[in-house]
């Protein structure tokens, strides 16, 4: 399990959702015909949250970037075909499709979700390369009714989670220690 994707599996359990990562999705031998992948492995999802209050189920793809020059429009836009494979699920719809709703349906079938949830991709994101980017992406993802989840998004949550109760969590007890820093500052 890597750092940020356990960092932002323990917001989203703050906010109410249940989670799982590395979610293996399942997917028939029609459906890889569909996706044009006919010999793929098992399609793995960063992080899928569900809230059973709402019936939403959020698929995440995390990616940090905090030490690269970060997520960039261009890998949205099509105007950079090499970066815009690292975001296949919001890039190619009949992808996007197909894999969720076999999501659904795994979900569904193990009784871990009720029958249709409403379905929001997300990204998750560290780092955006510039101001520019940021605006562009948050205009896109709006548009698409998906929802990015940025750096703004996690220190807001972060600082919840260092005004709450006691938690053994590794980032809940370093927002803690920042905070008080920062008010004894």
């Known amino acids: 399990m890597e750092a940020f994707e356990a960092l932002i599996a323990m917001l989203l359990e703050n ?110 994101a560290g780092k955006i390369k510039s101001e520019e980017d940021h605006t562009r992406l948050r205009k896109h993802f709006s548009r698409r009714h998906w929802l990015l989840l940025d750096q703004n998004w996690i220190i807001e949550r972060l600082r919840a989670v260092s005004q709450s109760g006691y938690q053994n969590e590794v980032a809940a007890i370093v927002a803690k220690l920042l905070e008080r820093a920062s008010k004894a500052a």
């Open 15 to 124: 906010d109410g959702y249940w989670v799982k990562i590395n979610y293996k999705v399942n997917l028939t031998k029609e459906e890889k015909r569909k996706i044009g992948r006919p010999s793929s492995p098992r399609w793995d999802i960063d992080i899928i949250a569900y809230k059973g209050e709402s019936n939403e189920l959020r698929l995440v793809e995390c990616k940090s970037y905090l030490d690269s020059a970060g997520v960039r429009y261009s890998a949205f836009d099509r105007s950079d075909s090499r970066r815009a494979e690292r975001y296949k699920l919001f890039n190619d719809s009949t992808l996007r499709r197909v894999v969720t709703h076999r999501v659904v349906s795994q979900l569904v079938a193990t009784g871990s979700c009720r029958r249709s949830p409403k379905v929001v991709l997300c990204l998750a």
